[in-house]
């Protein structure tokens, strides 16, 4: 074995090791946040426990309410390097919010533990190697909100928060090993219906239904699946479908999440979507409202990327799903 990889082995085991040490309060993190789920921007109990996590731990500078109300940035290391180039920055992403009703089905609770368990470990390994290491590296943890619902990643792109990170990792809850999960682009979309409310027994025809128009507009999009490809994906519910039997709704809402592989596909879907959703309306004479959310998500993931953490993986031992 070379110096180097000798090296590389020490390096990795000093990781494990450090992480090993500090399971127990790891585990109690991710049981704190499990236990109290809470809903997209609005993880304000999920925010202070891994904001005082990183308070608790030596060396760490912890910033609070990072560029969103429940977001949060701890960082430890080097702040600059005299030459350019002479300092990597690495960042970790945890991940925090729920699910309505369901809670941490997705497991992001389990993210912030493997986010906060990375961060420590490369921590350990740096603090004790610097003048063995090529670079002076800084490691820097994102507690990122607003997966679920919004696109919490994407606010805080736009304001600048990954600025200066220079490789960035995260890892998510997967029923097998793999290098990277088969994301896709995706845009939200509401649709609402406006009818006119009437007696649905003594006066039906005096009412517009905007439940009918919902119920067209589900089944439009159900029929196009036909002519969609086989890596589109359309799926939603219908969230508000009127008040009571005896009323001819007035209003109803769908919520839907239009996916393709790649964002440029996504106009084609959206074009094809949206004559679903007006063909409902002119049928049924109801008004139409469509509203898409304001953060639409790209598949930014690359091959080559996914392939060196599989094979530095793999050098663990472990067996990992080809991707």
């Not at 789920?37 to 426990?49: C, F, G, I, V």
């Not at 009571?244 to 209003?251: G, L, S």
């Not at 049928?283 to 993931?301: M, R």
Request: contains cysteine; charged residues 25%.
């Amino acid at each position: 074995m070379s110096v180097g990889a000798e090296l590389l082995a020490e390096l990795k085991h000093r990781a494990v090791c450090c992480i090993d040490e500090a399971k127990a309060k790891l585990h109690s993190l991710s049981k704190d946040i499990w236990s109290c789920p809470e809903l997209a921007y609005d993880e304000r109990k999920s925010h202070d426990t891994l904001v005082a996590f990183f308070r608790q731990e030596d060396g760490w500078k912890v910033d609070s309410h990072f560029k969103l109300d429940t977001a949060f940035r701890a960082s430890w290391g080097a702040a600059g390097g005299s030459e350019p180039g002479d300092v990597v920055n690495v960042g970790f992403l945890c991940e925090y919010d729920a699910l309505p009703t369901i809670g941490h089905a997705c497991g992001h609770n389990l993210i912030a533990e493997v986010g906060a368990a990375a961060a420590l470990g490369l921590k350990a390994v740096v603090e004790n190697s610097s003048s063995s290491l090529p670079v002076r590296p800084q490691v820097t943890v994102l507690g990122t909100p607003a997966e679920e619902d919004g696109g919490g990643k994407v606010d805080m792109l736009r304001e600048g928060a990954f600025e200066g990170l220079d490789v960035v990792f995260m890892a998510h809850p997967s029923k097998e090993d793999a290098a990277y999960l088969p994301c896709v682009a995706e845009q939200d979309v509401t649709i609402k219906y406006h009818g006119k409310a009437s007696h649905a027994s003594a006066y039906p025809w005096e009412g517009i239904n905007a439940l009918d128009a919902a119920v067209l507009c589900y089944n439009n999009l159900s029929v196009l699946r036909q002519q969609m490809k086989p890596d589109w994906r359309v799926h939603g519910i219908i969230k508000h479908g009127g008040v009571k039997p005896n009323i001819i709704p007035a209003y109803t809402e769908l919520e839907y999440y239009l996916r393709t592989p790649s964002r440029s596909e996504l106009p084609v879907l959206k074009a094809k979507a949206e004559m679903c959703f007006r063909s409902a309306a002119v049928a049924t004479g109801c008004e139409l409202e469509v509203e898409y959310a304001k953060n639409a998500f790209d598949n930014i993931l690359r091959n080559k990327t996914g392939r060196f953490v599989r094979e530095k993986w793999q050098s663990f031992g472990d067996g990992i799903h080809h991707r």
